[in-house]
């Protein structure tokens, strides 16, 4: 296996990934509170442990990845009062949006999504255990975490005891210290409730994901994910809950991913990126700095429904890889039209590659492991050109999962094709082929052998790109139409196209009237052309 490196929110550093029982790795990740439809913020971290989980199986590793779903909660039961309805029907509602909104940003790799409420009985167990040892105590019907018992709190967060505030009103009465949390809460008359050894009541939040990580992992599991808003309290509450109760580690690696924030330009893609500055040495922003300005509804965030309609899920996951999974992702749509126009020049290559050899791109096999990847070789100049790129992404990826580095490799090996399609006079129409269904790398390169097809060396660089663009999530199937494409016969996209040959026709003969006539026509009919250094696409506006 290839030396993987982590960076380690507990330690502070980048560490080797060395799994407790390899090869399996156990993963879990905060979820949502399932009280309001999601927004593009919820899907951050989800598009990103779905690339980590798909990077670790190709390099070896048995992942089992976990999120939660918090089904009980303050926020649910306000909600419930507001619209009248009960806890349970919201939470069934809005966990079906998330679900909905990760299907379409191709976010396919969970094991478990667990919800609160379907382990009431492990969280309660969970609570007398740490009760038992000393480190919980009940009062007056709620149960409460002993923080001064923990002598390592804080050392995620790197905060005092006395940051921790907690509940104020009557639970602040029952507390022995300020900083001590609720574990378990006692019931409010007309809100949801459980029987307990304490009387009806209802979970607090952080004991939820110590119970669940648990249950599906173990005392001691392999990576912990989240925003990094979550570091504390919750992360450092978790982390407290489970050493205390356990005696052991809760977890090898603390992965924290930045948080997004609306306004300004998220920057050219391939252009210098938060990736580039930390590299160069530059201090990202604080985690304040990212609280302060990360989208969340509060800031008027609202469902993702409309932006994938608009957007399509594709280009959306594109946009959240394109930087380091640590940098703080600048949202806006000028950066979401930059990522449109740039998986245009995939797209368009592919149309490209399946005129010229009648295979289509979708139906090629992807290597799901390095070692199937390393099948393809040859002599070929480009194709070793292509290979020195595999080997580049591969750098990248090892260094702590760098997407945006990683995906610029993307861009040069699709240049590259292009130019040598061009040389190898890649026929503008060739004979339709009936690749084998589900064969592996190996199987189709055998095939390709025996059928005499023209051109292997160029096919083999792009089976490159094939499994490269997987193990992003990219380019799985055949890409929805934004808003305004969905034509059955692409007629509208085939007469967009002329258009966008005629302006740029006119363009470089420095015709700028006609050209600025064409695009202003378009927008009155509500096309916006979408220039960028891929080339030219186009998409409907409202």
């Excluded at 509602?93 to 379907?118: C, F, H, S, W």
């Excluded at 703080?328 to 399946?354: K, N, S």
């Excluded at 085939?494 to 006119?506: C, D, M, N, P, T």
């Amino acid at each position: 296996m290839a030396e993987i490196r982590v960076y380690n929110t507990l330690s502070k550093t980048k560490e080797p990934f060395a799994p407790v029982h390899p090869p399996k790795v156990g993963m879990y990740l905060c979820g949502p509170t399932v009280y309001k439809e999601a927004h593009i913020g919820h899907m951050v971290g989800p598009v990103i442990f779905d690339t980590i989980k798909r990077y670790l199986a190709y390099s070896g590793f048995d992942v089992t990845w976990v999120v939660n779903i918090t089904d009980v909660d303050d926020k649910l039961i306000a909600e419930s009062r507001r619209r009248e309805v009960p806890m349970s029907q919201i939470a069934v509602e809005m966990t079906a949006d998330y679900m909905a909104n990760l299907k379409e940003l191709g976010v396919n790799q969970i094991d478990y999504l667990p919800r609160a409420t379907d382990h009431m009985d492990d969280i309660i167990g969970f609570i007398q255990s740490l009760e038992s040892k000393g480190f919980a105590y009940a009062s007056d019907g709620d149960v409460f975490f002993d923080v001064a018992r923990d002598s390592g709190y804080g050392q995620l967060s790197n905060r005092s005891p006395d940051d921790q505030q907690g509940a104020g009103g009557e639970a602040a009465a029952k507390k022995r210290s300020a900083a001590d949390f609720a574990l378990w809460k006692s019931a409010r008359e007309g809100e949801p409730a459980w029987d307990s050894p304490w009387g009806k009541g209802r979970p607090g939040w952080h004991i939820e994901c110590s119970a669940m990580s648990h249950y599906y992992l173990g005392e001691t599991f392999d990576i912990h994910g989240g925003g990094l808003d979550l570091m504390f309290p919750h992360h450092e509450n978790e982390r407290a809950q489970s050493s205390c109760c356990h005696g052991s580690p809760m977890v090898k690696y603390w992965m924290h991913n930045g948080l997004m924030r609306a306004g300004g330009d998220a920057g050219k893609l391939g252009g210098r990126s938060e990736r580039e500055k930390e590299a160069a040495g530059e201090t990202a922003e604080s985690i304040e700095e990212q609280a302060a300005g990360k989208i969340s509804r509060s800031k008027g965030a609202g469902g993702l429904a409309d932006q994938i309609r608009r957007h399509t899920g594709e280009r959306i996951r594109f946009f959240l890889l394109r930087s380091h999974y640590r940098s703080t992702i600048i949202f806006g749509e000028e950066g979401l039209q930059e990522a449109a126009t740039a998986l245009e020049g995939f797209y368009r290559f592919f149309d490209r590659f399946e005129k010229g050899t009648g295979i289509a791109f979708y139906d090629l096999p992807t290597a799901r492991s390095r070692t199937q990847g390393d099948l393809i070789s040859g002599d070929d100049a480009d194709l070793k050109a292509v290979l020195a790129c595999r080997d580049k992404y591969r750098e990248a990826m090892d260094d702590d999962f760098n997407t945006g580095a990683a995906s610029s490799q993307l861009f040069d090996i699709v240049r590259a094709l292009n130019k040598q399609a061009t040389a190898i006079k890649l026929p503008e129409q060739a004979a339709a082929q009936q690749v084998p269904e589900d064969a592996t790398v190996e199987e189709f390169l055998a095939w390709l052998d025996s059928a005499k097809i023209a051109n292997l060396d160029f096919i083999k660089s792009v089976l490159v790109l094939r499994e490269l663009t997987g193990l992003l999530g990219l380019f799985g199937k055949r890409p929805p139409k934004a808003a305004g494409g969905d034509d059955d016969n692409g007629l509208a996209d085939q007469l967009v196209g002329v258009l966008i040959e005629l302006r740029k026709e006119a363009r470089s003969n420095k015709d700028f009237a006609t050209s600025d006539a064409i695009r202003d026509r378009l927008a009155a009919i509500g096309v916006a052309l979408l220039d960028g250094k891929e080339g030219t696409s186009w998409e409907m506006q409202k």
